[in-house]
């Protein structure tokens, strides 16, 4: 797998940033963080930031789903230093959206995370107007 451009690298490219706790039991056995930490802490600043859209702007009904998640991995992390993920979002579809991450640790990218999710109610409509321009806000910079 190539390497992430370079803009994937930058916590600037992200219009949110979050630092997290890493925790003694996010580390296997060979003492650096697991790939199941990547996966939870990469899942706790998505779930934050689709919050952060708010219900107002997805209507009542709104439902959706993570239809892709892939995690590359680019260094070890360790305990117990804390994580920064920076995030945003990519390519907006009619039903979907992409959430794109990077995680640094002592300021180095040691992960980057790239998310689909797709809408899954109400059936047959669009993304909610209001819903799409607050993805439009949170856009990630290229290059």
Known sequence: MPRPAAWRLSPDSYPKR????T????LDPNGHLNN?????LFETVRV??????GDAQRGKDFRAVVARNEINYLA???????????IGIGKIGNRSWEMLA?????????????TVIV???PAGEPLPDAMREGLKALRVREG
Request: aromatic share 8%.
């Open 18 to 21: 979050e630092e997290i706790q």
């Open 48 to 53: 934050r930031m689709n919050h952060t859209i």
């Open 23 to 26: 925790r003694y039991q996010d």
């Open 102 to 114: 990077a995680m640094f640790q002592n300021g180095v990218a040691i992960a980057t995370c790239d």
């Open 36 to 40: 199941v930490a990547f996966a939870a």
């Open 119 to 121: 809408m899954t109610a």
């Open 76 to 86: 070890e992390g360790s305990f117990p230093a804390p994580v920064e993920i920076a």
